[in-house]
């Protein structure tokens, strides 16, 4: 019995390590400087009309990472959806799913199809008691499955003006050639009480209708997550 006990443990903390040095490296990642970055703020609109081309029905699907002190939370899904497109306004909604339970709507967000948005509006939740400083865009070229799409990658920091809205070194990477616009976040950040956490938003399909174009839907992702997107999506 000790040594399997024993056993558990080793594996345990192994587990525990590996998720430690996979967090580093994520940091060392984000933290290395590159080239050809234009500064901007809060308020610069991204070079690209990320709704130029919405349409209602148009998703996109993700799984959300998450390391919280050292430790692997359990994995989440969710989709951005275009629920609407009227006149110059454009409509997108968060969904989730617990379980094999009914599909979850969550907060909706209003866009423009003719004005690219700002990296506050693209990036912070309405309402949110935040500073984003250090603003940096680069034009850059991210894959998915068998296709290769234009983006902007932004880095910035995310600065709480309140406690509760903790603090973070964010990385996204947005598209035009995405429904909703986001292609990939990376947030390393830490709350009041210095819990740090890594953040990581992968996309995981996208299309337009029932059928996927690339990737699979929310109904295709195994359900990993009963309690909803590790996201604030107010």
Request: aromatic share 8%; with cysteine.
């Amino acid at each position: 019995m000790i040594a399997f006990r024993s056993l558990y443990e080793a594996r345990h903390m192994l587990l525990r390590l590996t998720a430690v040095a996979a967090a580093i490296l994520l940091i060392l990642l984000v933290m290395k400087p590159r080239p050809g970055g234009e500064e901007g703020d809060a308020n610069t609109p991204f070079p690209a009309k990320l709704f130029a081309d919405a349409r209602a029905g148009d998703w996109a699907s993700y799984v959300v990472a998450a390391t919280e002190n050292g430790r692997r939370a359990e994995p989440e899904v969710f989709a951005i959806r275009v629920t609407s497109v009227e006149g110059d306004r454009v409509t997108t909604r968060f969904e989730t799913r617990r379980g094999s339970g009914p599909l979850h709507e969550g907060a909706t967000r209003v866009f423009s199809m003719s004005r690219p948005p700002t990296v506050a509006e693209l990036l912070a939740a309405p309402g949110a008691r935040i500073a984003i400083e250090n603003v940096q865009l680069a034009p850059e070229r991210r894959s998915f499955e068998t296709r290769s799409f234009r983006c902007t990658r932004v880095t910035f920091d995310r600065r709480g003006l309140v406690p509760e809205e903790g603090s973070a070194h964010v990385v996204a990477w947005v598209s035009p050639e995405i429904p909703g616009g986001i292609f990939s976040v990376l947030a390393i950040g830490a709350d009041a009480h210095e819990s740090s956490t890594v953040l990581v938003w992968e996309l995981a399909g996208f299309g337009r209708g029932p059928r996927p174009t690339l990737g699979r839907t929310l109904d295709e992702i195994p359900s990993l997550a009963p309690d909803g997107p590790f996201i604030d999506a107010r």
